[in-house]
């Protein structure tokens, strides 16, 4: 059965560095999301692409986040610098022309 | 920000009992789904019920939606051990597939 793969899965870093994860949908989904989820809370949409475009990023915090997905099918979600308030689930969904989402097992970030 | 709460935010249960998870949201929807969430992983698909239906079932699991309460319910019949996990509720407005979850119940079986 065909997946969203993401990785890093575990991430740490010291505070002020850059990070980057990668997420790769299931092939022909053209909708792709990144979440943030806080420990405890559910997950809260960051951007979302339909194709390379971006439909929706109104909870993208740009002055230090970036996400690209130039080709259309990965994407990458880059935090620079990165703060302590920054360490989270950081979530990777596709889907096709259906409701439903397929999340990827995600990357734990650890900002220290 | 959440759209919805979950109720109760904790849920422990002897194997082979009923569970019940409860959703409230805010605003009118399209649709309202159930994910499923293993204790750090990725969240799962497990059902979606659209505003214009008021039950559905899906092997051991049966959702009722009342619109006019804007209030869900989750039912998971004959728990197993292998059910724990926190459980999520996530809407979508009409015309967006933007979803918004609610805060999560996490349910433990007690084997």
């Known amino acids: 059965e065909a997946e969203v793969a993401q990785s890093p899965r575990y991430k740490i870093t010291e505070k002020s560095q850059a990070v980057a994860f990668w997420c790769d949908p299931i092939?022909?989904?053209?909708?792709l999301y990144w979440y943030r989820q806080i420990l405890g809370q559910g997950p809260e949409l960051l951007v979302q692409f339909q194709d390379e475009s971006v439909v929706d990023d109104s909870q993208l915090p740009k002055d230090r986040f970036s996400a690209e997905r130039l080709k259309g099918v990965d994407s990458t979600l880059k935090i620079q610098p990165a703060e302590l308030g920054d360490s989270a689930m950081y979530l990777c969904a596709s889907s096709s022309n259906t409701d439903t989402q397929y999340f990827g097992p995600g990357t734990r970030l650890t900002v220290l | 920000s959440q759209q919805g709460e979950e109720d109760p935010q904790a849920l422990s249960i002897q194997e082979g009992e009923n569970a019940t998870m409860n959703c409230s949201y805010k605003?009118?929807?399209?649709?309202l789904q159930w994910y499923r969430q293993n204790s750090g992983r990725g969240l799962v698909h497990l059902i979606l019920i659209r505003s214009n239906e008021r039950e559905k079932h899906s092997g051991r699991l049966r959702v009722t939606l009342d619109t006019s309460k804007k209030s869900s319910s989750l039912l998971i019949t004959a728990s197993r051990a292998a059910d724990t996990a926190s459980y999520f509720c996530?809407?979508?407005?009409?015309?967006?597939?933007?979803?918004?979850f609610g805060t999560g119940t996490r349910l433990t079986i007690i084997p």
């Open positions: 996530a809407t979508s407005d009409f015309g967006n597939e933007k979803l918004t």
């Open positions: 092939s022909g989904h053209a909708t």
């Open positions: 605003t009118s929807i399209n649709n």
